[in-house]
């Protein structure tokens, strides 16, 4: 299986967009869990959204909710994270993981321990 490999990430101020990709290779498969974590200086690594890959179950932090999107793409494997209306503790590395799921669901979706492949991360700071 190949890694996963996010991009996106960039400098942008407060109310700004992003839209953050994971390449998934073979992560990308119906009945896996793919989420979004994000980790800022001096803090633990907290998940922000999870999806359920191959149906339509996601879940999201409290921080994410209105704001953030998270989605799959089945033609090119991977998932996105929109995210809008960005605020200056949003700033952090962002990283992709991916887990197996169950019953279509995504158990713990958002607790790192559940999660065994991550990928490399990718910046985004939000300035004031």
């Known amino acids: 299986q190949g890694p996963l490999v996010e991009s996106g990430g960039d400098s942008v101020q407060t109310g700004g967009s992003l839209r953050l990709s994971c390449a998934a290779s073979d992560h990308f498969r119906s009945g896996n869990c793919m989420a979004w974590f994000r980790q800022a200086p001096g803090k633990e690594r907290e998940g922000v959204a999870a999806?359920?890959?191959?149906?339509?179950?996601?879940y999201y932090a409290d921080s994410a909710k209105g704001r953030f999107a998270i989605s799959q793409d089945y033609a090119k494997n991977a998932i996105y994270l929109q995210m809008n209306s960005l605020k200056p503790e949003d700033t952090a590395v962002y990283y992709c993981?991916?887990?197996?799921?169950?019953?279509?669901?995504?158990?713990?979706?958002?607790?790192?321990?559940?999660?065994?492949?991550w990928g490399q991360g990718t910046q985004v700071t939000v300035s004031s």
């Open positions: 999806i359920y890959i191959g149906g339509s179950t996601t």
């Open positions: 993981a991916t887990t197996t799921g169950y019953n279509g669901e995504c158990p713990g979706p958002l607790l790192r321990p559940r999660y065994n492949t």
